[in-house]
């Protein structure tokens, strides 16, 4: 197709997109008019091609600038763009792959690549041919040009390029980079190495086939002069290490070498890149073996790596240390996600005071917590990378890597220079984890240390004091309180009111680790505590005081009804109720204050009485709004899609209201239409919003059934149609709802289990399911038992292995109890169903600490009924089976 512009249209476009330029809003927007209207005519399309490619004369950036808008246009209305419009512009974007600009080439790149994603690779055969002939130019703008669109495409559709759909086009194309390994542009190598990259972890056969090639072509490039050319190589090792080790075991020293080398790399790129083979290398079984006799290299070069750079301390404001008055940004509060509540079992080990109905799932990394310094940084960089390589090699050196780390150490903890101390304690707080055992008889030293820090001169010290202490304060907590719990407290709560934002929030975030693992052991000091919260209120800006509200609510969760106390309510509510009765409904800051008085609710139970009735009508409100918005939305399709997290965080308060008042909260329900609501949001498409449903169903239903009851026939089948575990967390929240309801349903469940049961059973008998659902679904199939032996019994074979061994780790509590009483009463109906596994069921009574006196007594009678069955020496040749601690404790227990 032959196409010339029009003089005027052209100069009216070249207007336009020089305006576009302008910093000024009202221009941008006039601009933005502009360019729909213009959409209209299918030319415009072909200006903007013939601008980007053909108009020479023309500036760069106004040049890419059309170019960046035709991608838009392709990528926003490509599917109704006129077929002879379309091979236009790809006929004029070959052309141009090999323009004399570098910018140019790259918009061109960007543009072919945006073609072929949206109308196919397949749609445009030529492309790939054509490209990789333009390869062999001996023009350079035209192979780099060709180069650089390659790549773009490999990036997007690395999967489609390996598929026969296209006839296997990397059976070609593999083979060609690898040619471009030893060109003479530094440009052109790193192009080639950064194509094949693209290919690595999904193990494309075409370049399984090419494997040694590629690695040995790598290791001729390992001493290239050209950063990004390290750069690549290096990445291509880190995912080699992942897919291909078997290939690399052969030369893995001089690789370990290579790699400390380019972790010390001058540019900070190759020096990332290259760090990222330490954590990759953490995970495989060899690395213990291999990596051994270089951790005394390797050690220093990662605390060196974890120093702040000279930039990384202008862009964190470092040598700021007052900046407790000046406001936040906005664009400096990262957006925090609502952890739905979802109900968990405490197991035997760990500590009851933490219980509560629907507890929040723990988040295991809490590594990163320390080093996200700020928006400016929070990024991954070489520090953060050193520090989790240094973490993850501790965990797989554990007490052997010490002989080598505390000499450095030593070096830095106590250095005059604060950026060499600051990484030593950076360090110090990495290596917690995995060398607890070996830190623990250096920790009465250090600890007092690291306390004193925190009154360092300098901000960044005395903020990654906070993290480094946290990792700790499982040790602390379990020392004399006098010498090491009280003095850390005190400290922290000054840090709390540090006059240094990222201090403030440091100490916030190391105050919440330390409440979780006090618990009740910070009862004693509950007045100070909240004296130094509370006024924290009236000093933070924006930011800090969103992590101030988790703080207190872990508080709340880590103490319970403790914080039932006349003064301590005076204290705590009346800064928190000023703050709620300041947001709008719309106002983002309303859900971390929610979720706070989620934890305070549960925790003050009836203290929080005198509160409830306005929190409790907000939290309706705000879900009603949410679902009217949905409606509104769905009829007429302008209005804006409702922000679900509000209605999520007012479901999660009210579960929290409902397992702190307990029956005091059956007369807010009676005058509300809560149960209505519920039933939506049961059936909401988005599943954290199901999930918190579920929760507070099973909530309502311990609190005041009476008005769940009616409501059975609708509820029951939602329960079983959401018991799906591909959705964990939902499928979690209604296991556990069926069993509250079941045990207040009584015999009445009979005429709902069938909806159930089967999906039960599946849940139980499913490889790798999670343990808290694990141990959730064997409570309820014995709740269901309990209410329904008859119809539950004659399943017993499909479940009661795995139902045991589920329910052996989990303390002695109602939920145990009942479950127990309900495979007793199963076992009773039908004995024959328990005998395969019956040294199963054996193992899981033993696991009962105290059972209540009448359930014990039900286990007796079964124990001592099957060894009458079997007669004495039978009986004995059974227990013989048994470990010789089992044995033991079934006979002290059960007398058998």
């Known amino acids: 197709m032959t196409w010339e512009p029009q003089a005027e249209g052209l100069q009216q476009i070249i207007g336009i997109l020089k305006e576009s330029q302008s910093p000024d809003t009202a221009t941008q927007m006039a601009v933005q008019m502009k360019l729909e209207e213009f959409n209209r005519y299918p030319d415009f399309n072909n200006y903007l091609i013939y601008v980007l490619t053909k108009l020479k004369t023309e500036d760069e950036p106004t040049r890419s600038l059309s170019g960046l808008i035709l991608k838009n246009n392709i990528r926003m209305h490509g599917s109704n763009l006129q077929p002879e419009i379309v091979e236009y512009i790809k006929h004029e974007c070959l052309q141009a792959v090999g323009d004399t600009s570098p910018l140019i080439r790259a918009t061109v790149g960007i543009l072919i690549t945006t073609i072929a994603s949206n109308g196919g690779l397949h749609n445009w055969p030529q492309l790939l041919p054509s490209l990789c002939d333009m390869l062999d130019a001996q023009d350079y703008n035209i192979c780099e040009g060709a180069f650089s669109a390659l790549q773009k495409i490999c990036e997007d559709s690395a999967e489609i390029l390996d598929s026969a759909a296209l006839n296997r086009p990397l059976n070609v194309m593999i083979p060609k980079f690898l040619q471009y390994f030893k060109h003479s542009s530094p440009k052109i190598r790193s192009h080639a190495i950064a194509c094949i990259n693209q290919f690595i972890i999904n193990r494309s056969q075409a370049l399984m086939v090419n494997i040694d090639t590629y690695i040995e072509n790598l290791f001729h490039l390992s001493s290239d002069e050209d950063h990004e050319v390290r750069k690549n190589v290096c990445h291509g090792l880190v995912m080699l290490l992942e897919v291909r080790m078997d290939r690399l075991m052969p030369h893995m020293s001089q690789i370990i070498e290579y790699m400390m080398l380019r972790t ?426 199901r999930q918190s449903s579920f929760a507070l169903l099973g909530d309502l239903t311990k609190a005041c059934f009476p008005h769940v009851h009616p409501f059975m026939a609708e509820f029951f089948p939602i329960l079983g149609q959401n018991l799906n575990p591909d959705f964990i967390s939902v499928c979690n929240n209604a296991t556990w709802a069926i069993g509250e309801i079941c045990m207040k349903l009584g015999e009445e469940t009979k005429q709902y289990i069938h909806l159930v049961l089967t999906d039960l059973f599946v849940i139980i008998n499913r490889p790798n399911t999670p343990k808290t659902l694990l141990e959730n679904t064997a409570i309820t199939i014995g709740r269901l038992g309990y209410v329904c032996p008859v119809e539950v019994a004659p399943y017993l074979p499909e479940f009661v292995r795995q139902w045991c061994t589920s329910l052996r780790h989990i303390r002695d509590n109602d939920e145990k109890d009942s479950a127990f009483r309900g495979m007793c009463h199963m076992i009773t109906v039908n004995p024959a169903g328990v005998v395969p596994d019956f040294i199963f069921f054996c193992d899981a009574i033993a696991s009962w600490v105290n059972p209540p006196q009448d359930l014990h007594q039900m286990i007796q009678k079964i124990l001592h009924g099957f060894k009458t069955q079997v007669g004495e020496e039978n009986w004995r040749r059974f227990v013989e089976q048994f470990p010789p601690t089992l044995a033991e404790r079934l006979v002290t227990m059960y007398q058998i």
């Open 264 to 689: 010390q790399d001058s540019d900070e790129g190759v020096a990332l890149e290259a760090s990222e083979f330490w954590l990759s290398l953490a995970e495989q079984s060899i690395c213990k073996d291999v990596l051994a006799p270089y951790l005394a290299q390797l050690a220093p070069v990662l605390v060196r790596g974890m120093r702040y750079s000279e930039i990384d301390i202008i862009l964190l404001k470092g040598n700021v240390e007052e900046d407790d008055m000046v406001p936040d940004r906005e664009e400096d509060i990262r957006p925090r996600f609502h952890k739905s509540r979802t109900h968990t079992i405490k197991s035997g080990q760990e500590a009851a005071a933490a219980g509560g109905a629907a507890g929040g799932e723990e988040d295991d990394d809490d590594f990163d917590d320390g080093l996200d310094d700020d928006s400016s940084l929070s990024e991954w960089n070489l520090r953060k990378c050193s520090a989790a390589a240094l973490d993850v090699l501790a965990n797989v050196f554990r007490e052997d890597c010490l002989p080598i780390v505390l000499p450095i150490l030593k070096d830095t903890l106590f250095h005059q220079e604060w950026v060499i101390k600051e990484s030593g304690v950076l360090a110090l707080g990495a290596i917690a984890e995995g060398c607890m055992q070996g830190m623990i008889q250096h920790l009465p030293e250090l600890i007092p240390y690291l306390i004193s820090c925190l009154s360092d001169k300098k901000a960044l010290v005395r903020s990654i004091t906070c993290w480094t202490l946290s990792r700790y304060a499982n040790w602390v907590v379990n020392q004399p309180h006098d010498q090491y719990l009280k003095p850390l407290m005190e400290e922290l709560l000054k840090r709390i009111l540090d006059s240094n934002k990222r201090v403030q929030e440091a100490a916030c975030s190391a105050f919440a680790t330390l409440e979780e693992e006090a618990c009740t052991e910070l009862v004693p000091y509950l007045e100070y505590i909240l004296k130094t919260l509370v006024f924290a209120f009236s000093k933070y800006q924006h930011k800090n005081l969103l992590i101030l509200y988790d703080a207190v609510g872990t508080l709340a969760d880590s103490v319970g009804h403790h914080l039932n106390k006349p003064q301590y309510i005076d204290i705590l509510m009346p800064p928190l109720i000023d703050k709620w009765n300041l947001l709008k409904d719309d106002d983002k800051d309303l859900f971390p204050l929610l979720e706070c008085l989620s934890s305070i609710a549960t925790a003050l139970q009836s203290g929080f009485l005198p509160y409830c009735d306005p929190v409790y009508r907000r939290c309706i409100s705000l879900i009603e709004q949410t679902i009217n918005q949905e409606m509104l939305c769905k009829q007429n399709h302008t209005f804006d899609h409702p922000d679900k997290e509000r209605m999520i965080v007012a479901l999660d308060l009210l579960s929290g209201l409902a397992e702190g008042l307990d029956r005091h909260i059956e007369t807010l329900v009676a005058n509300s239409n809560i149960m209505h609501l519920l039933y939506q949001c049961m059936q909401d498409i988005l599943p954290e919003v």
